[in-house]
């Protein structure tokens, strides 16, 4: 059986990735390809009740232990959800993965990087992306739908984050993308979702193409 393949979407709060997530597996799926979707943090039963914690703003955090919560919960996906399905020869779709607690706790939080990244592969086991895609989006526009999306709900964690918190990240994504640009490829998600959803569905089918055609 041949190997899946693992897709990521990256990018600050508002940028698309749960629907975007969502319009690529409808659209792989049509072709008949088999198609797990998950997010982070998240996923497996014991990631919803990390989840739970890592983003109530009520409960505060020193940014060790936020990043400690992440990285056990993306031990758990990757162990009991991603590797299994990879193995199996599905494609694998993930709202956030690695890249985002690079972005969060590391750029915007100020964690160093050289540890943040020797922990990240202790959670993942060595289970990276084949190809992530960055949805960028001006900070402002982002925090303009996610105001939009709760319609005076209440925030979570990051969510209720400064405009310079979430420029931060961007930055991060950014620099993520200019280090390891044969994984990582940024599209402008403040466009039209069908333009948005178009050149997500080009960069998933150049994947598939050359890796399991």
Do not use: W
């Amino acid at each position: 059986m041949a190997r899946g393949l693992f897709i990521t979407l990256e990018g600050v709060e508002g940028s698309g990735k749960t629907t975007h997530a969502a319009i690529l597996a409808k659209s792989l799926r049509e072709q008949g390809r088999a198609v797990t979707v998950t997010h982070e943090p998240g996923g497996t039963r014991a990631g919803e009740a990390i989840r739970a914690i890592f983003l109530d703003p009520s409960i505060a955090l020193d940014v060790a232990s936020e990043l400690l919560l992440v990285l056990a919960d993306r031990a758990q996906h990757v162990r009991e959800k991603l590797k299994p399905a990879i193995a199996s020869g599905e494609i694998v779709i993930s709202d956030r993965y690695s890249d985002s607690t690079v972005a969060y706790q590391g750029y915007a939080r100020g964690f160093d990087l050289k540890l943040l990244g020797e922990l990240n592969r202790l959670a993942t086991a060595g289970v990276m992306p084949d190809l992530t895609i960055v949805l960028d989006v001006p900070v402002e526009t982002a925090l303009a739908r996610t105001r939009k999306r709760h319609q005076g709900g209440a925030f979570d964690r990051f969510e209720s984050e400064t405009a310079e918190f979430h420029r931060r990240v961007r930055a991060g994504f950014q620099a993520i993308a200019r280090e390891e640009p044969a994984r990582v490829i940024v599209i402008d998600s403040s466009r039209a979702l069908d333009a948005v959803s178009a050149d997500i569905r080009r960069a998933a089918e150049g994947l598939i193409s050359r890796q399991c055609p």
